[in-house]
């Protein structure tokens, strides 16, 4: 079979027969008082009818209230990607298939035909066609008012822009000059670019559409200061943040913006429907309610969630599963982590200080660092030895992990490090036996964080211990999540922690365009990655032999055709961050607790954890949870 076919068959949406519809309990009253069509009406001409048994799952009941937490006002969005549908989406396998399309066409990897499901509706029934996809390609990407930077980075390959053509109502075609086998991938992402847009409710604020009065009107009492403003402000399809948007999701958005408990009800218009003929997702109602991270164990324990691991970090197992023995109706579950590293230090190369940029740009340093860090001391202490003791590598669950890579420059050697430093001729020091910058300066290295893992705090209280033996002080800023991402992006922090790649389990499928500069969410080269994202227009131009052969790489990569050729490419790749140590990787694999209902069925016992892909709980398709028992759940 040609990779190619074998394509088309992974995107090909099964063949089933339609089953009798059920009408959804939930609106069979407004079915009744003829506010809302009958469920024959609401449905595609081909729904996706999703095979619960193959799966190892139950057919579900509908009903109830499901109830998790967030940490912020802005978890809103995370019901963007726990809903996950997506034109086409990863299963629990990672393989992609069709979900809101019908089914895909590739033509050698640059021409991709979409194909609509006939009947497919928005939330508020209007009709999901073509036109939607045309609004946000004329009227969304190429408007410069809206989008002053113009079409988005991955509607190009090469330096070209692709071309978007609708043949039909039903029929949408991206095509690139050269192979793009990025584009599905991008597609199934927890956030991906939504190419698509509700046409009939957008155009009543752009001004090709809408007349200057209403327009004005519409602008003061928004309080904004233009009409693109105004559209942007109302076009939140992955923030999720505006009731009044159509969506594809299986919940809609019931509650205002800003507020501290927030409600989804489910989707009467969503596509997919189970064997019987049902409707999902089975759950009527999820309840978001907002609270302090360090909280959520606790509400966890009292048993105030149904379905949680936002907020739960390895530390809560302990006080969870003792809530759990002691009567709570709960399961604590205990999931594979995804991130490449629980816990990775990120030397800013771009940092402001060009005294500390060139220190820090030396590997020398960066491995030094590394060889100061007691992981197997970080480990008992903070996680039972249940953690590997690892740089920031590929998973050991991933085909493409290399135990070289993960061990290389891992080992508690602190005269190694003390050699390296030697050998950078760092060897002055203060009467305290902190070594000095070479402009005289102490080597205070602040490291800043988000402030919202005490686990992060705990392991760099250990590291600040070790890395005196360096000579080195290190200091530790909690900050904001977003003032610290500002701060990094800008280069106004030395250094930061957060998780290694979202994606620590890639094959050689997966697109490797984060291990190169092309983003400026990797902390250790943001203003490398502004350059790139940006076509040179912001940022720096990559420095070092290094960085831009992962740049070469990356795009060997893009046009390789074969799985040897890529899987070497990544391998190399892999070896390269091993070797430079731009995330200094200290834990791995520490398991993720999730608490789930002991009323709540088809949660996967064993699952990954994982923001990209697989889009947290998305991959495992929450629309098909259900209540055993929904009634008493609602009760409780």
């Not at 999720?240 to 489910?266: C, E, H, M």
């Amino acid at each position: 079979m040609s990779r190619l076919l074998a394509l088309l068959v992974c995107l090909a949406a099964p063949a089933w027969a339609a089953p009798p519809l059920q009408e959804t309990v939930f609106w069979a009253a407004e079915v009744k008082e003829g506010n809302l069509p009958p469920i024959a009406e609401r449905l595609p001409e081909q729904p996706l009818i999703v095979d619960l048994e193959a799966k190892g799952r139950s057919l579900g009941t509908q009903g109830g209230t499901l109830r998790t937490f967030g940490t912020r006002s802005k978890d809103v969005r995370l019901m963007s990607a726990y809903g996950y549908a997506r034109l086409v989406g990863y299963a629990a396998d990672y393989t992609l298939a069709p979900d809101i399309l019908r089914d895909v066409e590739v033509t050698e990897n640059r021409r991709f035909t979409l194909h609509l499901r006939p009947g497919h509706r928005w939330s508020d029934g209007a009709a999901f066609t073509s036109e939607d996809f045309r609004y946000w390609w004329e009227n969304v990407a190429q408007d410069p008012d809206i989008t002053p930077s113009g079409p988005p980075d991955f509607m190009y390959v090469d330096g070209v822009l692709g071309t978007v053509t609708f043949p039909d109502v039903h029929t949408v075609v991206f095509e690139w000059a050269n192979a793009n086998p990025n584009f599905l991938p991008q597609l199934a992402q927890a956030s991906p670019p939504f190419i698509y847009r509700p046409a009939h409710y957008l155009r009543q604020f752009h001004q090709r559409f809408t007349g200057p009065e209403a327009l004005h009107e519409a602008i003061t009492k928004a309080r904004v200061k233009s009409w693109a403003a105004l559209h942007n402000k109302r076009d939140n399809m992955g923030k999720f943040d505006n009731p009044k948007q159509p969506t594809l999701q299986p919940w809609i958005n019931a509650t205002a913006s800003g507020r501290s408990r927030q409600l989804f009800v489910r989707n009467p218009y969503y596509h997919r429907i189970d064997a019987r003929g049902v409707q999902l997702p089975y759950i009527d109602v999820v309840e978001m309610t907002i609270a302090t991270g360090g909280l959520i164990a606790a509400k966890a324990n009292a048993g105030e969630t149904d379905l949680q691991a936002r907020g739960l970090d390895f530390p809560d197992i302990s006080i969870l599963k003792k809530g759990e023995a002691d009567g709570g109706n709960y399961r604590t579950l205990l999931w594979e982590n995804g991130a490449a590293s629980q816990i990775a230090i990120f030397p800013n190369l771009n940092f402001a200080d060009p005294v500390w940029q060139e220190v820090m740009r030396d590997v020398r340093f960066r491995r030094a660092l590394s060889h100061g860090i007691d992981r197997h001391m970080i480990n008992r202490a903070l996680y039972f030895g249940l953690a590997k003791e690892a740089g920031m590598t590929a998973l050991s669950t991933s085909p493409l992990h290399d135990p070289q890579n993960a061990s290389a420059y891992a080992e508690y050697a602190p005269a190694k490090a003390n050699a390296l430093l030697d050998e950078m001729g760092l060897t002055q020091r203060s009467q305290a036996g902190i070594r000095k910058l070479p402009d005289g300066r102490p080597m205070e290295f602040v490291i800043e964080t988000a402030g919202e893992r005490q686990e992060v705090e705990n392991a760099l209280a250990i590291v600040t211990d070790t890395w005196r033996e360096l000579g080195i002080k290190l200091v530790m800023r909690p900050l904001d999540r977003n003032i610290l991402r500002n701060r990094v992006y800008a280069g106004l922090s030395m250094a930061s922690v957060w998780f290694g790649w979202d994606n620590g389990l890639p094959t050689a499928e997966t697109s490797p365009m984060y291990l190169a500069p092309t983003h400026q969410e990797f902390f250790a080269w943001p203003m490398w990655g502004q350059y790139y994202q940006s076509k040179g227009e912001l940022g720096e131009r990559p420095q070092g032999t290094a960085p831009n052969h992962l740049l070469a790489l990356a795009d060997r990569w893009n046009r390789a055709t074969d799985t040897a050729t890529r899987t070497a490419i990544w391998r190399e790749m892999l070896q390269i961050h091993a070797e430079q140590v731009y995330g200094i990787g200290i834990l791995s694999d520490a398991p993720q607790p999730v608490v789930v209902s002991k009323l709540l069925r088809n949660v996967p016992e064993q699952g990954v954890w994982a923001y990209d892909p697989g889009a947290h709980f998305g991959v495992h398709r929450i629309d098909e949870f259900y209540f055993e028992e929904p009634f008493q759940q609602v009760v409780q």
